[in-house]
């Protein structure tokens, strides 16, 4: 599982750092209805573990479906954001691959953190 998430966050950082460069947003509030920046971080560590527990299901060959939809309807109910608000504020910050970098980063740290504590256990 630990391999997994890795490697999805290596492909979403090569990603988004082959992406055309736009101006960056760092300086602007986002829109009203855009998760901001630390939010937005909280949500993808959240929806990685949640792709880590279904790919977990998928090789216990369990109905793969059935937990995408709980465990990303958890995740968008902990934060309280619709999947509409989820998939705009995502557009949003991929449009700026230097931001989308910046927040990605810290969603790697974050992750090293919880690994890091959960084998200190």
Known sequence: MK???????LV?????SCGKKK?????????????NVEDMKSVLVDVLLAEAAIGTKEMRQEDVRYF?????N??????????EQFRK???????????MELILADVIEDMSTKQ??????
């Open 68 to 72: 995408s939809y709980h465990y990303y």
């Open 3 to 9: 391999n997994v998430i890795f490697i999805l966050l």
């Open 74 to 83: 958890y995740v968008l109910k902990k934060h309280n954001i619709s999947r």
């Open 89 to 99: 504020s995502y557009s949003y910050y991929a449009e700026d691959t230097d931001e």
């Open 23 to 35: 101006e960056s947003k760092s300086n602007e509030s986002p829109p009203a209805n855009i998760i």
């Open 116 to 121: 890091s504590k959960a084998r200190n256990k």
């Open 12 to 16: 979403m950082i090569t990603f988004f």
